[in-house]
């Protein structure tokens, strides 16, 4: 400390003060926006993993529903597999904030995740219109009503499969032992 007080006796030129306080203030300004970066990106991270719990507890939800549409399908009787989409708002809002704070391995599973959802949810909203035109090219596809049935029990049956699968890598995600999408088989 004394050593410091000599150094600023000897300057005595108000120049020098105030090249050594824009100095201290240019650093102090540095830190201080690292360090609410770093903030940001932590947080961003959390905003994302809450994404992601939401969407795996909606995942158990729309993997129900599935299962009563499909036993209703074999019964030949038509239900709705109509339910709130994911969230996916975060996703495109932090992701980009959040890359720092990640693994390569969290990146690509929140990447396939949230593309997946995506298409799940682009399926389930066309699923009621698909069947419908099933129905109506009946004639013109020389197709029966029990093949209709079956054809689209398959799909959503893979569908729950595949939301089954993908609950797996999203829980493994939240846990922080995420498994790595492109060395795991999914099934």
């Not at 529903?65 to 994911?86: D, G, Q, T, W, Y």
């Not at 992701?95 to 995740?113: G, M, Q, S, V």
Request: with cysteine; proline share 2%; glycine share 2%.
């Amino acid at each position: 400390m004394e050593l410091v007080v000599k150094i600023l006796s000897m300057l005595d030129h108000r120049g020098t003060w105030t090249l050594l306080g824009l100095l201290m203030g240019f650093f102090l300004n540095t830190y201080w926006n690292y360090r609410k970066d770093l903030k940001k990106q932590d947080t961003a991270k959390q905003v994302l993993l809450d994404e992601l719990r939401f969407n795996s507890r909606q995942s158990e939800d729309k993997i129900e529903i599935l299962k009563e549409v499909i036993h209703a399908l074999k019964m030949n009787r038509f239900l709705s597999p109509k339910c709130p989409s994911f969230s996916t708002i975060e996703f495109k809002s932090q992701f980009c904030i959040a890359l720092p704070k990640l693994t390569t391995i969290e990146k690509d599973n929140l990447r396939h995740l949230h593309n997946y959802y995506v298409q799940v949810d682009e399926l389930l909203s066309e699923f009621e219109a698909n069947f419908k035109a099933d129905f109506d090219n009946l004639d013109k596809r020389n197709t029966t009503v029990e093949s209709i049935y079956s054809s689209n029990v398959i799909l959503l049956e893979n569908i729950e499969e595949s939301l089954q699968n993908n609950l797996k890598l999203a829980q493994s995600t939240l846990e922080g032992n995420p498994i790595d999408i492109f060395n795991h088989k999914m099934t």
